[in-house]
């Protein structure tokens, strides 16, 4: 029988036709024309300075510098590392700028960068803006395309701060990401305080975009003066995306002779959002932009790109941009679907054949099938054992005792599983994304019971503070006030724990009083009673809750609004639970800049005032419908709080009213509102009121105003400032700890 096989295999082998195999060498140039400049290969539609016109398509041509060795490529004066086809990208060299301090004073360079006039875009996908150093704060402006200004803002005291080789999180480094379809930038870098108390170890500080996969933070960065900079030659690499722009796929005439695909190409729009790009067609390789720069890919060459393989009686035939099968001489049949069509004259060899193939095919089936059925026992178990773990870890037994030792008179929260997450979210799919921030992303979901929910992921946990993080659910989850959003329950099976919150409809404050097409869409009427509902609820925090919860990140973009324009504060990341026998806690800082209390960044001391103030940033944005921080305004217009309290010296705070607010506020209003917006924003924290008198003062301004419809009943306005926690009696430990994360101070996106 085995020498039968072995004559019908050698039939087979002496009649197998011979396969042809594409050159690796694809034309990547036009005839004629150069491909080469130095070491970088330069492919269609790229060309070369002293090329002819027909080698590159408009804007597309660079220069090469043979006066170099080896000779280097350059657009303009920025030098071109690499340029690839698919992605459609460029790597090239950016300047790095920086602000440096020594006993002659500062020296400084603000780099910017233009590819306004070619098919170019700075890549959000690869490139991070990155800030090196511990006595600054540093911007990039996007402009032409997506106009955005992001920056990062860092203080360190010591070389004990916390740096880490390798971590860009916000200690020593910060990296930011942007935003698609831009074609130039600005760079600006300043000092706090010219780096005099951070000289010794870090005289610089340096802000670049950059290649996110080339930078990797080192301690060794921020010494030395000016040693980074010229350590990397003043320059880093940095990844622009290029298209064929002012067209897509859907409006470009493919008769057109400008068209950029070729024969055997598809087209498809650019990530970048500004033109299209082409591709070889499935089977086929290649330049699509070139004429016959697709080439026919030989699947038979490879019997892992062709089914004919799958039975050794079918013969692989390579077609242009495909395959068939046919059968060997002695066979009879068509040979399509792997072969599977051909029959033997020679019955009996080709029975054995058979015999013999099914029974090894079998054999190897039936140790697949084995050995796919235990690997899946196993990584069940494996990650039945890992959610144990992390329920363990997160606290998931204490928070059952706590919440067993609660009044069930009222609903507690629930335990979710990370099965009854994954249905609701879709699997975290990215069209549920809400938003994202610092600490995490935030994901719409829908349960079981078609309950609309917001489930917050957060990127770190920290495993020393679990049992005040347990704590801290119970009494979130406890809080039914109507103007905070309520804490629904979480999910301890993961690494981090999920948090599960309400859903509000309507979006954040900020969207609604700063968006384009939304500003000046809210009445001062509904502003009032908007401004009135948040300090009762911060009030409530304050006073009511026990032990009392300072928020430390009130803004306009942590009060969401339903579809009745009522506020709901959210967004607890980042607060903080006060001891009874404590009025003021120490802590890391951490805020929103142009929201930050100043007297706690410069003390670290957080307090319940450390709320008003960030409050009376919203209050005044209410007002003038300005952002807290706007770069683009002139010096002294550039921080709300200071231009608005120095309005108010100057007497000209009539003019920065959002004019919606200014036709239909009244004098009697505007004057006390705007008292009880600078009193809110005194810089020492003893000299502003408590939440309580604010929103005592805000309800008596409503009322003032004689609208029956929007009168509240004096009753429940101290129910709403002095009602406890529903009527759980739980045991809760005296220590205190945040929902979140200690982060340094992000850049209020």
């Known amino acids: 029988m085995a020498l039968v096989v072995v004559m019908i295999l050698l039939h087979l082998l002496l009649w197998w036709p011979p396969t042809t195999v594409v050159s690796s060498t694809v034309p990547m140039v036009k005839p004629h024309c150069k491909g080469k400049c130095g ?109 955005f200004t992001s920056g990062c803002s860092m203080i360190c005291n010591d070389q004990q701060s916390g740096f880490i080789n390798g971590s860009c999180s916000g200690i020593g480094c910060c990296q930011t990401s942007i935003p698609k379809g831009f074609k130039s ?12 108390d951070v000289s010794d170890f870090n005289p610089c500080a340096y802000a670049f975009l950059v290649d996110s996969e080339w930078y990797n933070f080192s301690v060794s960065d921020l010494g030395g003066y000016m040693d980074f900079y010229n350590r990397n030659r003043q320059n880093v690499p940095m990844v622009l995306d290029w298209a064929i722009e002012n067209y897509t796929c859907e409006n470009v005439s493919r008769s057109d002779p400008s068209y950029a695909c070729r024969s055997n190409s598809q087209c498809f729009n650019s990530p970048n959002g500004r033109g299209y790009l082409c591709n070889c067609s499935l089977g086929y390789e290649g330049n699509p932009y070139l004429d016959d720069g697709c080439q026919d890919v030989d699947e038979c060459a490879d019997p892992a790109t062709n089914d004919c393989s799958k039975l050794p009686i079918a013969i692989c035939n390579n077609t242009p941009g495909n395959y068939r099968c046919s059968c060997p001489p002695g066979m009879v049949g068509d040979g399509r679907e792997s072969g599977s069509g051909c029959t033997a004259r020679q019955k009996r060899q080709f029975v054995v054949l058979i015999q013999v193939t099914l029974g090894v095919g079998l054999g190897i089936l039936f140790l697949v099938v084995v050995s796919l059925w235990l690997h899946l026992v196993f990584q069940k178990r494996k990650i039945k054992k890992l959610k144990e773990k992390f329920f363990q870890q997160n606290g998931g037994f204490l928070l059952k005792q706590k919440l067993s030792s609660c009044d069930k008179t009222v609903e507690a929260a629930k335990i979710f599983t990370t099965e009854e997450l994954k249905e609701a979210t879709n699997n975290y799919d990215e069209t549920r994304i809400l938003g994202r921030g610092g600490s995490g992303i935030v994901y719409k979901g829908i349960l079981a019971n078609n309950k609309v929910v917001a489930i917050k992921k957060s990127k770190i946990a920290d495993g020393g503070q679990v049992e005040q993080f347990i704590n801290e659910v119970v009494i979130l989850s406890q809080i039914n006030h109507k103007n905070v959003v309520k804490l629904l329950g979480c999910c301890l ?40 509902d948040t300090a009762l609820a911060l009030a409530y925090l304050h006073s009511a809750a026990s032990p009392p919860i300072i928020h430390r990140d009130i803004k306009s973009a942590n009060i969401l609004l339903d579809d009745y324009y009522t506020p709901k504060v959210s967004d607890f990341g980042g607060s903080r639970l006060v001891p009874l026998d404590q009025n003021q806690l120490t802590t890391l ?49 550039r921080n709300l709080a200071l231009h608005f309290v120095s309005s108010m010296k100057d007497g000209t705070v009539l003019d920065i009213l959002e004019d919606r607010v200014r036709h239909e506020i009244n004098g009697d209003q505007l004057q006390e509102v705007v008292k009880l917006a600078k009193s809110c924003l005194s810089v020492k924290g003893e000299e502003r009121p408590t939440m309580r008198e604010v929103a005592i003062e805000l309800e008596g301004l409503r009322r003032s105003d004689k609208h029956p419809w929007v009168e509240r009943d004096h009753e429940e306005v101290e129910y709403l400032l002095n009602a406890p926690l529903n009527s759980y009696t739980c045991n809760y430990s005296t220590d205190y700890h945040s929902l979140g994360v200690i982060s340094p101070l992000d850049s209020g996106r």
């Not at 002659?104 to 690869?126: A, L, M």
């Not at 690494?495 to 009083?513: A, D, K, S, W």
């Open 589 to 637: 800082v951490q805020g929103t800049l142009g929201y930050l209390d100043p007297e706690y960044f410069f003390t670290s001391h957080l307090t319940e005032k450390s709320d008003v103030y960030s409050f009376g940033i919203v209050l005044v944005e209410l007002l003038t419908g300005r952002n807290a921080i706007e770069f683009d305004r002139p010096e002294k217009e």
């Open 39 to 147: 070491n970088v290969t330069v492919p269609y539609p790229f060309g070369l300075d002293d090329d002819p016109i027909s080698c590159y398509r408009e804007g597309f041509k660079l220069n090469c510098s043979t006066t170099l060795d080896p000779p280097q490529l350059y657009i303009g004066n920025i030098e071109v590392l690499e340029i690839s086809l698919l992605p459609a990208q460029l790597r090239v060299l950016n300047y790095i700028g920086y602000d440096c301090y020594n006993s002659t004073g500062n020296d400084y360079s603000f780099p910017s960068f233009n590819v306004s006039s070619r098919p170019f875009t700075f890549s959000d996908t690869g490139n991070r803006f990155t800030v090196i150093g511990c006595d600054n704060y540093a911007r990039i402006t996007g402009l032409n395309g997506r106009n």
């Open 185 to 196: 930038f600005l760079l600006y870098i300043d000092s706090y305080n010219n780096h005099t």
């Open 493 to 532: 099976e993961t690494e981090v724990p999920l948090l599960v919150y309400e859903f509000v409809t309507n979006g954040t404050l900020f969207h609604h009083i700063h968006d384009e097409g939304f500003k000046s869409s809210i009445s001062w009427e509904d502003r009032l009673r908007i401004a009135t």
